[in-house]
Structure formats: structure tokens, C-alpha cells
């Protein structure tokens, strides 16, 4: 098994007050563990916890309902904070023992919250601390990140230590380039990178060099120079717009979450009925495109015959002539009879096969053949085979144009009830945007206000991305130009001849460190599909095989057994599905033997999903540890039962009057 | 893949490399970079232009 | 009659070469990731609808004749065939596929300009294809 958790202890932090250690090891063949509780009892927490030990730095909000991360809470417990007065301060501490059979590692960090003048808290952490088993005692050691880098680096950790519900937004439109970035993340890449980067800033600084060149190279290199700028801004302006994307999808999640929270049932009906009518919408919508794929593909088989309809019949027709002028054998085939005796079987089925030549009746039957086809006259062998040809490619346009017409009923079918699917969205919008509720509900109306907004935002900003990329491409297309006539400018003037040579140079250099990158990490693109395709159809709750292919722009299609792509149109419980299996393919691959901790794995999945996944989990990473912080709802008898067989270490975290209590089930 | 697995892979191709002046400038390049991995801006441009005057020729045929 | 060789290659005029790419690469396209021998057919086939034939001043080679399909070859040299008067032409395999390239030269420009304009070239086609058919079928 991989390195694993022994124990989590943590004193005075946040939820957990007093000392509490969490006792994970997981003895032989069991290799998972639950610590279930509600919402707000400090899953999240726990995982922040590991984090902060490990990282100093938290990324998992979860549980707290503050969206502003500056409003969050202090490390130290509210309960030792409650005592303090201004200039006091409160501290604790978090530490975690890793190791195989036995604890190895025991990495510690302090915290301490101070109390400011007017009453503020403010939070200082220390370094990490690491003690090492050394055979007979504890080692302090001088160099704990290293360490920690060794066990796991931070650029890794988010596909080791991870809140299942982030991964809701994971396949979201966009995610071909979380796909790229998470890739590069296990990659091991950064020296090429660097590399290629520095390579690429010493070849503008030549080029700058030789700016001072007269004539024409310095006009270019001009030119050049507004292109990179402009180049630079469209990325930057790209950039901007992706990050902001990304905020207003989180927004977005943040809304539904806080809608799911509302406690009235009509309220939640129709956010049911909303969220089932988009899906409707959206697989209605990759049908038709598929109907027109299809359809465009039938166009081009048929329409040739058909727009050629009156050559084909006027040349049918000269070859019917042909024939009743005795031009053209009426009945026998020349190239039939090629066949029969090539098959060896007569038309009336018996056996005329070369082999047999003991067999009297085939030897004769051959000859009898052979002897009909030197009969036949000398005709056009472009008749016969038109004559045949012919009237079967019209009958075969024919029944393609019907297909045609029958595919864009469908499609006006299709786009008739996606209209009034769009229809009815609208209604239930108005209706959740009218909607009035006691006031310690969830405020419906303004929610539905902030989720049109953001919806809005998001469509605005993907299309401004999307010329932006056009634009950006355009510029690079530019670029590439005026430097193949720069260089041509430059090889022109003598001094300069040097600068030139070593521009060259260097992007042959770069070009060479660029493949060598595009080598290991189309390796690691093949080896992450092997491993999503193993995990996805392990966790996967369907009978059948589905074949996942990760393409080379990072785009993923999942297959079913008759070939179509279900990526556009995965339910709920199968996109998290793919999300877990693809943070699985990344942890194995980034060759970190490290346990894995998932907060909320089941995340909002429905019932029936939700029990099948869990019956897959105990083969989820294999050979690793796993911790899953569940909610009551995530974790029923049933999922328990279901898993119960894997599980080393089960706890129980109780909240009561702001505390939490870690208590391990018996 | 594991990170030495990575840096085999990386000492593979560019031993394959067959220009004899880019194969040894990236060699150097590369163990460069690796001594400034844990740096976050690194100068770099003085050791590059250094790089590039002992290996570009440009009385070389190659060029 | 004798019989001359079949070329090799399916010929059309270099300004034609553009278009093809364009009708096969861009997303205004409902042949987008198609191969361009089968919008060839296309092509030969609506030049002919059409009467487009335009003479190839700059050949490019676009495909190769053994990759069309039996069927393919039938279309062309049926067009052939209707243009001389007579099907004697089909055994001057050069002609043949000389004219199906020049009705294809004119037919992709069609196409081109199809796909160009304001008009939906994925609806225009289909409703004309549906049209033409029915046309030609009813007829029967």
C-alpha cells in the first residue's frame, strides 16, 4: 500500500478544540476510512487542516458559509478565542504522522491568533517542523520542505487532497484547458518549460539587438515589436477574461449551492424541474448537431446522383439501346462468370472449385463455364457493368434523399421542443425570480436575479475568449511572417551576419527542447487515458465498457459500445465519475506514492448513482490509502454496508455549541 | 511518470540529437535551468548569450 | 475504339484548390473534416446541374482517381458522357475526367459562394438536394 496517514491531531483549530487525534492507519487488507458529519462540522476543515500542515496555505471553503476569503475564520478556536482580551493571543498546532507499516514522518505546524487593539483577530503560522523515524528515536530534520517535496509537492497535491464537490465545475465548457494545465501540473516539465521560455526572451533580445540595423531589417523588426506587444496584451486580455470566467463559474456554483439549501418544497420542484430541463435542452441540442452531421455526411453520398440525375439516366438509357441493338449480352455477365468460377460455386450453388479436379461433374462444370464465356461477344465491358451500376446508384440516392428529408423533420422536431423546453425554462425563472419566502429562508428572487446576471457574464465572456483566441492566432500567423522575412532581411547585411546565425540557432535549439516536450507529454497524455479508461469503467455503475480517448487539444470523448461521445451529455452522477477517475489517472501518474483524502466524494448525486459508485469505491486506487469525509447524506446504511468490507477506521464528527468532536466508531 | 523516469526520458532524446553544437548547448542549457528550479524569476539572459557565443559558428557550414 | 489510359490524378484549376480547402476546413461548412475527393463528385456533379464547366487554365492535383469509389467514377463519367452526346467517350478516359474537373472547377466555386453568403449553406443545400430529387424521382 502507499504511504498513509497514521494519525491527525489537532489542538485548538478552528471547530476542533481541545486536543483531538483522528486515528487513521489502516492495518493489511482494509485501506479506507469515513469520518462523517453534517455540514459545518469541519470536514472541510480537516482537509484545510492537511493543507495548511503541509502548505501553510488553505484552498477549501466548503463548509463555511463566508464566500470572502478574507472574512474567514481564525486558525485558533472560537473557544479560546472567546477568553482573550486585546494584545492576548491564543495558539495550537497542527501535526501529521505519515508512514508505511509504521509511522516515519511527523510533520507539525503552530499557529497562533492574536487579538489586535480594536478587537480583530489576526492569524501568524509557523514554519513546518518535521520529525523522522530514524530506527531508534525522532530526528528533527533540517529541511522538512524538501521532505515534503519528496512525499508530495504542492503543484500535486490538489489531485491527492481534494473536495469532490470542486469537481462539480471540472468538465465544465472550458475544461479542455484544466485538462492541459493539470497534465503539465504531473508532468515534470518545468525545466523544459523554463527552458523554452528563456529561450524564446533571448531570441526577442537578438532580434532587438539587430534593430539597430538600417533599412529594411529595422522596419520589420519594428513590426515584430508591435506584433509581440500586441500579442502580449491579446494574451493578457485572454488571460483576464479566463480568470474571470472562472470566478463567475464559481459564482455560479456558489448560487446553486445556496439554492439547494432553500427548505421549500415547491422552491426546490422547481429547481429540480429547471435543472432537468436543461439537461433536456442541452442532449437535445448534441442530437441534433448529430442529425446534421449525419445528414451533411448523406448530402455528400447522395446528392452527386442527384444533381447528375439526368446524365445518369441519358447514359443508362444509351446503354439500354446498346443492348437491344445487340451491342450488349442480354442476360450472362461477363465479370459473374469471372466470379463464379474465381469463387468456385455455380449459380445454382454447387461446387465448381479448381482444387477438385478428381471430381468429373466440377471438371466438366468449369469447362461449360469457361466455354460460355469466350461465347459471348465482344462487347463494351463499360456497358455491362453501367448497365448494372447504374440504376442502383439513382435507387440508392433515392432512398439517402428520404433519409435526408426524415433527418430534418427530426431536426425541426427537435428544435420545436427545445424551443418550448426554452420556453418553459423561462416561466420557471419568472416564477423563482417572483418567489417570496419567510425571511429565514433563502431569498429565491434574488438569487434567480444573481444567477441570470452571472449566466449572462458567462456567455459574454466565453465569446469575447473565443475572439480573442481568433485574433490572437491571426497576430501569431503575423508574427511567424515578418520573422521569416526579418531573418531573410538580416542574412542580407553582412555585420550582422552573427546575430542572425545565433537567431537561428537559437530557434533550432528551442525547437528541439519544444519536441522533446511534446514527446513526454503526448507519453503522459497516453498513459493518463489508459488509466482514466481503467478507473472511469471500474467506478462506472453500467455493464458495458466505455472506451475514454484524451485527445492531443486535451479534449476528452467518452465512447459507449456503439461508438457515440456521451462527453456533452453525462448526467450529474457520471461527470463526477469522470472527474474522480481523471484526479485518479493524474495521482498515479504523477508517481507520488501518496494516500488520498476526498471531501464530499458523492457529492450532489442522486440516490441510485450514488450507491452503485460507492459499491466501486473499495477498487478506486488500488494500493492507496483513502480518506472520504462524507455527510450523513453521502454515507446511508446502505453505502456503509456497500464499502464495509474496506474500511479500516470510521469516525464520527460531532458538532455541538460551536465544537467538534472527533469520535471514532466502534 | 515519476520524475527521474521524466529526467531519463529528457537525457534520452537530447543524447539523440544529432547536431553536435545544438545537442551540447542544450545539455548546458538544461543544467543550467536545473541549478535555478528553485528560483522563481532566475536571471538567465547573461548565461544564455555565453552559451550562444561558444556554440554558434557561424564560419560552420552547418549554419 | 481504343482504350487509353486513366490518369492518375483528378485535375483541377489551382484557383479551385482554395475553395476545396475552405469547403473541407472551415466551420461554415456542413462538409467540415470531409474528404475532398467527395466533395469533388459534388462538385462535378452541381457544375454539371449548373452548367458551370470552366476550363482549367493552372492544373493542380487534387486526389487520386483510385480513390474514388466505383460508384463515384459512374457519376463522372455518366456527366461526361450526357456532355459528349454519346457514351463512345467513356473510352477516352482522360477526356472523361478532363470534363467531370472542369465542372467541378465551376461547381466548387458555386459551393465556395454558397457557403459565403448571408444564407445558411447547410439549409440552402439540403432544401436544393431535396428539391432536384424530387423533381427527377417524381418524374419516374
Redesign the interface.
Known sequence: MSLQFHTITLKNFRQYSGEQVIDLACPDQSRINVLEGQNGAGKSNLLNAITLCFYGKEEHNGDSDNENEEEKLPYVSQEKLSNLNPGDSASGYIEITLGYEEPRYRFKREFETYVTDNGEFEDVRDELTLRRWEGRNWKIERNPNTYMTQILPATVSDYFLFDGEDLEGFFSENYPSNVEDAILDVSHTKLLERSIDHLNKVERQLEKDASSAEGKAGEINDEIEAFEAELDTLEGEKEEAEDNLEDTESHIRKVRQKMADVSDEDVRNLYNNRDDLEDLIKSKEQRTRNLRGETSKLMLEAGPAVFAFDAIEFTAQEFSEQESRGELPPKIRQWFIEELLEEGRCICGSDIDEEHTHDETVVTRRKKLKALRKEMPDASEEGLEGKTKLPSILQTAENKVAQIQQNRQLIADLDDEVDDHKQRLQDINSQLKAYELPDDDVDVGSLEDQLERLKDQKTTLTKHIGSLETDIEEVKAKLKQTRKEYQRELDKLDRYRAISAQIEFVQDARDEVQQIKDYILNQIRNETEDNLEQYFNTLIWKEEDYEVILNDDYSIEVLDPHGDNKIGSLSAGETQVLALSFMAALAQISGFDAPVVIDTPLGRISSEPRKRIAQNLPQYLEDTQLTFLMTDEEYTDTVRSLMKSSIANEHDLQFKKGSTEVIPRV | MKQEDVNRRITKEVDEIEDDNIRQFIQEALAFERSKMDRDQPHFKQDYRRLLKEYVDIESEDQ | ?SKSNTPRDIIIDTSAADKFAAITSESDS??NG?DRK??F??S???G??QGLRTTIESRHALAQLASLS???R??L???S???HG??DI??DKPRVYKIAGEYATGGIDYLNNLRTSPEDM?SR??TD??K??NL??DDD
Open positions: 475504339m456542413p462538409f470531409m467527395d466533395v463528385v459534388l462535378a456533379a452541381i454539371h446541374d466505383n460508384e463515384q459512374w457519376v463519367k455518366s456527366i458522357a450526357k456532355e454519346d457514351v467513356l473510352d447547410y443545400l439540403s438536394i431535396i432536384v430529387a427527377y424521382m
